[in-house]
């Protein structure tokens, strides 16, 4: 049996024999699967990707997360981790599936929780636990239990004062980023929220497997809105730094000199602008809270707005560059994007701002543009629309470039010199 510190004897014991159903295998699904059964837990993980399911079975990571695809590897060879494409009968089931918003009107759709929610209906019975991970508006594990008590009358779930129900309902977020999302899994607190005090004690017994920090009892609605007061802060900070850099570039300073400047204030730590906010987190997770009081969340919808104008912003700096250097050269420039991820050092393109300024930039000077970035070759499995883009593995073409657009600045990009006589614009510091 495994301890708090993550021993493992690869025995199942009489607890290891309760079964954890984990739907969804993506970014959050599948570190998650891996974790509880590399802590000695039996695991099944629920994809309606055969692609993923066939990945996992074969032992092999579909995601590129440092670590995880040996971990993969370990715990199906174990036996402690299979993979379906149809949930099974369980006893605790984690749903961690998407959450997109709509992108015309930044409503949260929570279609894919209520579809995971209705695919387990079937396979429930008493004493089940049934954690949301997924982030989601408040109030989205209510629905959830409203959704199952629908469609299972004969299980009595924690509703209208329910405190011994037959099925345990809790909202648990996660709280973890690529590059570091086995460490964070473990290392991280938790917020557990049940929908009852019964509830979060099961939910507690669960995360308790492997996790080292904090699991902190809370109720449902307020660890809801926990995690996207997490991601809204965040996202209100980085919108300060990103309209700084705006009014900097209209003033002509320097804003990476002007934030060292400003972080000497004891007081003060101005984050670094960059070409907008990705990520499926901080892009997402505030418009969660604009939709469900929008008279109040002024502020984080502001920021929300200045974010998702900075890519506008880059474009208009590179639409200058364009006609100064047509100008000069009397033909069209050679475009170069340096990055496509939404941040550093890792294969995510969800809502990245890197990107959208590619595709964007493709569309207005085709033929022109080249991107360059170490994870492209992800690119064709993460669905995003990537038509037309023309991506490159080789340094070369800075040689060509006659405007060089810096969006990411990955480990691999640092060394590249500053592009001398080039038109430059570096939108997230690359050499600042």
Aim: charged share 20%; proline share 6%; aromatic share 6%.
């Amino acid at each position: 049996m495994n301890d708090k510190n993550g021993a493992v004897d690869g025995v199942i014991g009489s607890r290891n024999e309760r079964v954890i159903s984990v739907i969804g295998l993506g970014y959050i699904g599948l570190p998650t699967a891996v974790t509880f059964a590399a802590h000695g837990r039996s695991v099944v993980g629920v994809d309606i990707s055969e692609r993923a399911v066939n990945s996992v079975n074969q032992g092999k990571a579909h995601i590129e997360e440092q670590g995880l695809s040996e971990l993969v590897s370990e715990v199906v060879a174990s036996g402690r981790l299979r993979a379906v494409t149809s949930p099974v009968t369980a006893d605790e089931f984690i749903i961690a599936v998407p959450t997109p918003v709509d992108h015309e009107t930044h409503l949260p759709d929570i279609g894919y929780v209520i579809a995971a929610g209705r695919s387990i209906a079937s396979v429930l019975r008493k004493g089940n636990l049934v954690v949301l991970e997924s982030t989601s508006p408040v109030g989205t594990t209510r629905k959830l239990a409203e959704l199952l008590a629908e469609l299972r009358p004969d299980l009595r779930f924690p509703l209208d004062g329910e405190t011994d129900p037959d099925v345990y309902l809790a909202y648990c977020p996660e709280r973890i980023i690529p590059g570091q999302m086995l460490r964070e899994l473990i290392e991280n607190d938790r917020i557990i929220g049940g929908m009852s005090e019964e509830c979060t004690k099961h939910a507690i017994a669960l995360y308790d497997t492997f996790v080292k920090g904090q699991c902190v009892a809370s109720d449902d609605r307020t660890a809801e809105l926990c995690k996207l007061a997490e991601n809204s802060y965040r996202d209100v900070n980085i919108a300060f730094a990103n309209e700084l850099s705006m009014i900097c570039g209209d003033l002509g300073i320097d804003v990476w000199k002007l934030v060292e400047l400003a972080n000497r204030h004891p007081r003060v730590n101005i984050l670094k602008p960059g070409p907008g906010v990705g990520g499926h987190c901080i892009a997402v997770d505030p418009w969660f809270i604009v939709s469900s009081d929008p008279e109040r969340a002024k502020i984080i919808k502001t920021a929300r707005q200045v974010n998702d104008s900075k890519p506008g912003y880059v474009l208009d700096l590179v639409a200058a560059a364009v006609n100064k250097v047509n100008k000069l050269n009397g033909r069209p420039p050679q475009i170069v994007c340096l990055g496509l991820a939404y941040k550093p050092d890792v294969d995510d393109f969800r809502e990245s701002p890197a990107l959208a300024i590619a595709q964007s930039l493709t569309a207005t000077y085709p033929g022109n543009v080249q991107c360059m970035d170490p994870f492209s070759h992800a690119l064709e499995t993460s669905g995003e629309d990537v038509d037309g883009l023309r991506v490159i593995e080789s340094e070369s073409a800075l040689a060509n470039a006659d405007i060089v657009v810096a969006l990411v600045a990955h480990a691999g990009f640092r060394q590249i010199p500053y592009p001398e006589g080039r038109s430059v614009i570096d939108a997230c510091g690359l050499w600042s």
